[in-house]
C-alpha cells in the first residue's frame, strides 16, 4: 500500500479550494479530489506535518503564499489554510478488534493516552503530555484522551461492553477517513452510529482512486 498527501487549501468559507503543485504554485480544485498530473505528492511525514494548519494568502504570482503555522486560536478566525489530504493507491483494512483491545489492555492508567487508528488502520496510543495530536499525520482516526483505569488498561479491555461499543466507533470513523481523506478524524458518538455489518461492507466495498 502506497500512500502520499497532496496540500489542499480551504477558504474560510469551505467555496473555495486549491492544491500545491510541484512547481509551487496552486490549482484551483475540488477539496480532496483524485490526484492530477503536476500535483505535489508528499510522501515524508515531517512535510506534510509542517504544511498542515498553515495560513496562506493571495499572491498574484503563484496564487497563495505560505505564512507562519496557525496559532492556537486562527482557526476561529476568517482566512485561508494547508491541509494535509492522505490519497491511497490500493484498498484499505478492516481494524482488527483483538489488537485494538490488546492496544487499550497494555496501556498504563495514570497517563493521558489517545488510542487512534494510524494510516495503515493499526491501533496505536500516544502520551497527549509528551507528543503533538492536531497536525500528527499518522493519526487517521482518534478516540478521546483518557487516563483512568476504567477507560485504560487490563480492567478497561476487560471491558466487553466497552470494547465492542469503541470497536464500533473506530469502524465508523475509519470509513469516515477513508470517503473523505481527512486526517485526525474523531470517532462519532454511539447514538449516530449504523449498524457495525453497514461499515464492514462500505470498507470492503471501498475504492482508492
Known amino acids: 500500500m502506497k500512500l502520499c498527501f497532496s496540500i489542499d487549501a480551504l477558504s ?9 503543485l510541484e512547481n509551487k ?9 483524485p490526484l492530477q498530473d503536476g500535483d505535489a505528492r508528499i510522501t515524508d511525514k515531517a ?17 497563495l503564499s505560505p505564512q507562519k ?16 489530504v492522505m490519497h491511497r493507491d490500493s484498498s484499505a483494512p478492516i481494524p482488527d478488534k483483538e489488537q485494538m483491545i490488546n492496544c487499550f489492555q497494555q ?10 487508528l494510524n494510516t495503515s488502520g493499526h491501533f496505536q496510543a500516544l502520551d497527549t ?15 478521546e484522551i483518557a487516563s483512568s483505569e476504567n477507560f485504560v488498561g487490563p480492567i478497561a479491555a476487560a471491558n466487553e ?20 481523506s481527512n486526517m485526525n478524524v474523531f470517532v462519532p458518538d454511539l447514538e449516530k452510529l449504523k449498524e457495525e455489518s453497514t461499515y464492514i461492507e462500505a470498507i470492503n466495498n471501498w475504492q482508492p482512486e
Not at 503555522?69 to 494535509?84: E, T, V
Open 12 to 20: 474560510a468559507s469551505g467555496a473555495k479550494a486549491w492544491r500545491l
Open 25 to 33: 504554485s496552486w490549482r484551483e480544485c475540488t477539496y480532496a479530489e
Open 47 to 63: 512535510t506534510s506535518e509542517d504544511w498542515a494548519g498553515r495560513r496562506l494568502i493571495k499572491d498574484k504570482d503563484t496564487v
Open 69 to 84: 503555522k496557525a496559532g492556537r486560536f486562527d482557526f476561529l478566525m476568517r482566512g485561508i489554510f494547508a491541509h494535509a
Open 107 to 116: 496501556l498504563p492508567p495514570g497517563t493521558p493516552w489517545l488510542v487512534y
Open 129 to 143: 503530555s509528551c507528543t503533538s495530536i492536531i497536525t500528527n499525520m499518522e493519526i487517521a482516526v482518534r478516540g
Open 161 to 180: 461492553k466497552m470494547m465492542d461499543n469503541l470497536y464500533h466507533q473506530f469502524l465508523a470513523g475509519w470509513l469516515d477517513h477513508l470517503k473523505s
